[in-house]
C-alpha cells in the first residue's frame, strides 16, 4: 500500500493549484457569492445588494449597490431613442452579432490576453462574468422592466430578444465588471483606461442598436458592473472604506422631460447627474484566501518576462 497523506491544515488555498479547472472554479465561485443577499422596498421601488462577510465576528451587513426603477413615462421616452439608434444597425452588424454570446475577443484584444499566456487570469475573467451574470438576473427578475419590443412592434431588434427583462442591461453589467477588475489586475491599469472604458460603452450601445435595450439600460449596467467589479477586487485583495453605488431610474430624463442617451462622460462619482449616485462608507470587506490566491496567480501571468 502507497503512503497516505492527508495535506494540511484544512482549507489550504495553495491545493487549488492541484485541481481541475471545473471543481477549481466550483469552489471559487461559491465563496465569490458567499454572505451576497438583496433586500427590496416596495414603496420606493428599490432594491439593494448587500454583503456580510460570515467568516468575521461580529457580523456586519455591506450595502453595495441600490438600484430605483424607471417608471412607465422614462421608458416611453426611451423608446424614440432605442427607433433612432436603429440606422447603425448595418455598420454595426456583425460587430453586435459577435458580442451576442462573448465579449472577450474585444476588450481581450486590448490588453493582449491569450489562453496559452494568462490560464489563471482567464479563470479569473469566468468568476468575474458568473458573478455579474447572477447578481444582474436576480435584479431583472425583481424589477421586471418589459424590452422595447414589449412597447412598439416597429422596433423589430435584428436579434431575438433574451427571455428575461430589460433593465439593467446584463452585456453592460458585464463589460463593466470586468474592465473595473482588469484594471486594477494590470500593473500599468491606468494605461488602458480609457480605451477600455469606451470599449465597454460601444458593447452597452450595441444592445441598444440591436433594438433589444434602451440607453437607461446601459446607463444602470454601468453603475452596477463598475460596483461588482470593485467588490470583486475587494474579495481579492481586501478593502476599506467600501464605496456605496446608486442609481435612480425615475430622474434619467432631462429638464423638460426629454429622453437622456447613455453618456460615458457623465461622472458617476460627483453626484451631479441626478440619477448616479455615489458616497464612501467606513465599512471593511476582507479579502478571501481562496480569491486572493487566484488574484496573485492572476497577476503574476502580467509581470515583464525575465
Known amino acids: 500500500m502507497l503512503p497516505i497523506n492527508l495535506p494540511t491544515p484544512l482549507d489550504n488555498p495553495e491545493r487549488l493549484s492541484h485541481?481541475?479547472?471545473?471543481?477549481?472554479?466550483?469552489?471559487?465561485?461559491?465563496?465569490?457569492l458567499s454572505g451576497l443577499h438583496f433586500n427590496v422596498d416596495q414603496s420606493a421601488k428599490e432594491m439593494t445588494l448587500e454583503f456580510v462577510n460570515v467568516t468575521r465576528k461580529p457580523l456586519s451587513n455591506i450595502k453595495l449597490v441600490s438600484l430605483v426603477r424607471p417608471d412607465t413615462d422614462i421608458f416611453k421616452q426611451q423608446l424614440q431613442l432605442v427607433a433612432n439608434y436603429a440606422h447603425l444597425r448595418e455598420d454595426r452588424g456583425a460587430e453586435i452579432l459577435t458580442q451576442v454570446p462573448n465579449q472577450v475577443a474585444f476588450?481581450?484584444?486590448?490588453?493582449?490576453?491569450?489562453?496559452?499566456?494568462?490560464?489563471?487570469?482567464?479563470?479569473?475573467?469566468?468568476?468575474?462574468?458568473?458573478?455579474?451574470?447572477?447578481?444582474?438576473m436576480r435584479f431583472k427578475h425583481a424589477f421586471a422592466c418589459p424590452r422595447p419590443v414589449d412597447l412598439s412592434p416597429q422596433i423589430q431588434p435584428m436579434i431575438p430578444t433574451p427571455g428575461h427583462a430589460s433593465w439593467p442591461s446584463g452585456h453592460a453589467t458585464e463589460a463593466f465588471t470586468v474592465i473595473t477588475v482588469l484594471l486594477a489586475l494590470l500593473p500599468a491599469g491606468h494605461q488602458y483606461k480609457e480605451q477600455l472604458q469606451r470599449l465597454a460603452a460601444r458593447i452597452a450601445v450595441n444592445r441598444t442598436v440591436a433594438g433589444v435595450h434602451y440607453p437607461v439600460d446601459s446607463a444602470a449596467g454601468r453603475l452596477l458592473g463598475t460596483a461588482l467589479g470593485e467588490f470583486f477586487v475587494s474579495r481579492c485583495q481586501g478593502a476599506k472604506n467600501v464605496a456605496l453605488w446608486g442609481f435612480d431610474g425615475r430622474k434619467f430624463e432631462g429638464k423638460k422631460a426629454e429622453?437622456?442617451?447613455?453618456?460615458?462622460?457623465?461622472?458617476?462619482?460627483?453626484?451631479?447627474?441626478?440619477?448616479?449616485q455615489h458616497k464612501t462608507t467606513k465599512h471593511v470587506i476582507h479579502k478571501s484566501p481562496l480569491l486572493e490566491f487566484m488574484w496573485t496567480k492572476a497577476a503574476k501571468e502580467w509581470q515583464p518576462l525575465k
Open 259 to 276: 429622453p437622456v442617451d447613455f453618456d460615458l462622460r457623465v461622472s458617476m462619482t460627483d453626484n451631479l447627474s441626478g440619477y448616479y
Open 107 to 136: 476588450w481581450g484584444s486590448v490588453i493582449g490576453l491569450t489562453s496559452h499566456r494568462h490560464k489563471w487570469t482567464m479563470e479569473l475573467v469566468t468568476l468575474m462574468l458568473a458573478l455579474a451574470g447572477d447578481v444582474e
Open 19 to 32: 485541481w481541475d479547472v471545473t471543481p477549481r472554479l466550483q469552489v471559487c465561485g461559491l465563496e465569490v
